[in-house]
């Protein structure tokens, strides 16, 4: 390809592999002096020596042993020009190898050094993650991740933001060619192609993912694919500056113009390893390195045309080099008198539990179902925050989703419930990036918990970034689902749900173990909507756990089919806004006098231990208390040791599996924290171990506990 030359309209034969492989792209010309003038071309070349520098000085100090890995940016120093070509304010979502990216946007040559020597001053994340992971609130530079593309879903959302608020930034997401095959980058590609975002998509394609070619990662040309999508793409020659330059400026006012995304397939050549991990010789030929480095050099080769267009001196390039050389020691040296972590910070910033501030119901009380009572919880969020939402399949529809869950809020609020596309990372990563651009909590909807999979990774991203941050990152985000068996009422008398394989996994378990995350499972209305309504003000995420068989249950009853009191008044919920603490259990006592056993469950089994309870204490007497734990993650260890202590006896009732459920480390955390408090060994009650659940009503009843089978728990225990 000629110098100055960049690509998109006519069609060219352009060989890009060396003469093993030709393809037919479409190019424009454009001539390399046609130059903005507002961009300093001799200020964007000492970005980049600066970049290319310190990447070689980093490099040999791994190579020394004063750190323990490094991830470089040789070949990538282009980016650079993208970063120029943008408005200051536009957003930021880079990868690991855009050095020259983080120095364009922010000047800050300490926060690498910083970085790589892990130091507390650390700007991206207080020297808690590896080096080469860019990240700044401050900056608009969103937090970078080791998994490759996982922060693009992310960008989604920020894109999904700057629309809905009609703002006039738009946010660059880049990530490598490995990044092109994975499934977030084609969440992004959706996102920003269904909704039209104002996202700029850069594959920056340096020909190797780690050790794999480029060509085994997608097949035919990656801008004829993004056209068909209905993405506006160029191919762009990246080792040539000016090229890329006025390629980004033209993509940037392709997306400001209102005219939807645009995607730029930037072609580069790695220069060095992948990693210092990565021998480059043990996976490239000698003769192709020797190419690259000749002719892919987009440092050297924007010297040469500096030099060509009298910008600067041959001796300049030299001269450049040695006094950047010269600064960064100087700064290095600086570096390494500030302080490196200590350990005990080690738990900070792991997750923000909000402090609840008490609040008493006023509104009237009446008798409502949880659904209802949800319903109700996201017409409040939508009153006091004008940008909250709902976002999930289905959600937009009159019915308001396949539960109606947001029925009343799509006839009270028009826009506010907005039906997604199928994909569930999609979901997840427009709700969680919605909210780390103004820091505060919007809503995903997942019909069935068992779906939440395929954005396992995007949730515990989600979940990760306080921590690896440091805090300079939040992301509040709530996660709706319909989890746990089939629907009606409870398992005892709302006969078989039917919700089968697909639709009945409890999924606790799958959430509470991910560090960083809230998680609740309420029994009742009134804990339902009190507590969702306090969910919107947790900076961390929560994933939201309603069991299908609630959503228009009615209170539990004994045997004889009378209502149990201690239950039936939580299905009495206030008007209006009122807000319950996370992290509180709530203990209910079945019975007069000292509990003879206290059972642990929520959820669901909370009505099935409470008919349980009240078929014993209607015959034998005494007391029997229920914790419900209404929050999971971070539970009640205060009232579960309180319950323990005072019964000496415990039962814990769970809806999984038992196949390292969160029912066990309960029962777990039981046996070591309570362990002389206790008469004999905490029982233990779950599902059976098979894959949840039968569709037919015989096997689907036996799948799941029941107050038949906590009934007979309990008498074995009062029995020893």
């Not at 994933?543 to 249950?553: I, K, M, P, T, V």
Request: charged share 25%.
């Amino acid at each position: 390809m000629e110098p100055g030359m960049s690509i998109e309209a006519q069609n060219v034969n352009v060989d890009f592999h060396g003469g093993k492989s030709r393809m037919t792209v479409n190019i424009q010309v454009t001539e390399a002096g046609r130059l903005a003038e507002s961009l300093d071309v001799i200020a964007l070349y000492r970005t980049m020596v600066t970049a290319r520098v310190m990447n070689d000085l980093l490099k040999t100090r791994k190579t020394q042993g004063k750190f323990p890995f490094y991830i470089g940016c040789a070949g990538h120093e282009s980016m650079a020009a993208v970063v120029a070509a943008l408005n200051e304010n536009d957003w930021l979502a880079l990868y690991y190898r855009d050095l020259a990216a983080w120095l364009q946007r922010t000047g800050d040559k300490y926060g690498p050094l910083r970085e790589a020597y892990s130091r507390v001053t650390g700007p991206m994340c207080s020297g808690r993650n590896m080096p080469s992971h860019y990240s700044s609130r401050r900056h608009r530079i969103l937090p970078g991740f080791s998994e490759v593309a996982g922060l693009t879903p992310f960008a989604g959302g920020i894109g999904f933001s700057l629309k809905w608020h009609q703002e006039p930034e738009l946010i660059l997401s880049t990530t490598g060619d490995g990044g092109a095959a994975t499934n977030d980058f084609h969440v992004l590609f959706r996102q920003s192609a269904v909704h039209r975002l104002p996202v700029l998509m850069i594959i920056e394609d340096n020909g190797w993912a780690i050790t794999a070619p480029s060509q085994i990662q997608w097949a035919g040309s990656l801008v004829e694919w993004a056209r068909g999508g209905g993405v506006y793409a160029e191919e762009v020659d990246g080792t040539n500056v000016i090229a890329t330059y006025e390629a980004t400026r033209r993509l940037a006012g392709h997306i400001r113009s209102g005219q939807g995304p645009a995607f730029m397939h930037l072609r580069l050549g790695l220069l060095d390893p992948h990693s210092s991990s990565t021998d480059i010789r043990s996976y490239r030929k000698k003769e192709e390195i020797e190419l690259t480095k000749a002719t892919k050099d987009p440092v050297k080769n924007f010297g040469r045309w500096l030099v060509e267009q009298g910008q600067l001196q041959e001796d300049d390039i030299e001269r450049i080099r040695k006094e950047v050389r010269a600064e960064l020691e100087q700064i290095e040296r600086e570096v390494l008198q500030e302080p490196e972590p200590t350990p005990d910070r080690v738990m900070q910033h792991v997750l923000y539990v909000p402090e609840w501030r008490e609040n008493i119901p006023r509104g009237k009380k009446r008798m409502v179902t949880m659904l209802s009572a949800i319903n109700e919880a996201l017409v409040e969020l939508a009153q006091r925050d004008p940008d909250f939402f709902v976002y999930g399949e289905d959600v937009g529809s009159p019915k308001g989703g396949v539960f109606g869950a947001t029925a009343s809020l799509v006839t009270q609020f028009p826009g506010r419930a907005i039906s997604s596309p199928l994909n569930e990372q999609l979901i997840i990563g427009i709700v969680a990036g919605a909210g780390m651009k103004d820091g505060r909590a919007r809503c995903a909807e997942i019909q069935f918990v068992d779906y939440h999979q395929s954005a396992a990774q995007t949730i515990r991203l989600a979940a990760r970034i306080s921590y690896q941050s440091f805090g300079d990152w939040k992301v509040p985000l709530i996660i709706r689902t319909k989890s746990g068996s089939g629907g009606g009422g409870p398992i005892s008398s709302g006969g078989a749900g039917g919700g089968a394989f697909g639709h009945s996994n409890a999924g606790e378990q799958w959430f509470t173990c991910i560090p960083g995350m809230i998680t609740i499972c309420p029994a009742t209305p009134f804990d339902a909507k009190g507590l969702l309504l306090e969910a919107a003000r947790s900076q961390s995420p929560v994933a939201f756990l309603e069991r299908g068989r609630l959503y228009r249950s009615e209170p539990p009853k004994d045997k004889d089919g009378r209502l149990i009191a201690a239950m039936a008044e939580y299905w009495n919920v206030p008007d209006g806004y009122y807000t319950l603490p996370i992290g509180k259990a709530r203990r209910l006592r079945i019975g007069e006098g000292p509990s003879s056993i206290a059972i642990i469950a929520w959820g669901t089994m909370v009505l099935e231990a409470c008919t349980a309870a009240a078929n014993v204490v209607g015959r034998e007497g005494g007391a029997i208390e229920i914790v419900d734990l209404r929050t999971l993650a971070p539970f009640d260890e205060e009232a579960v040791a309180a319950a323990v202590k005072e019964a000496n006896r415990v039962i814990v009732v769970t809806e999984e599996a038992d196949l390292t459920s969160f029912g066990r480390h309960v029962h777990s955390w039981i046996v070591e924290h309570c362990f002389y408090d206790l008469d004999g060994t905490p029982a233990f009650i779950s599902a059976v171990k098979a894959p949840a659940a039968p569709y037919n009503e015989p096997e689907e009843s036996a799948f799941y506990p029941t107050a038949q089978t906590i009934e007979e728990k309990i008498e074995e225990l009062l029995a020893e």
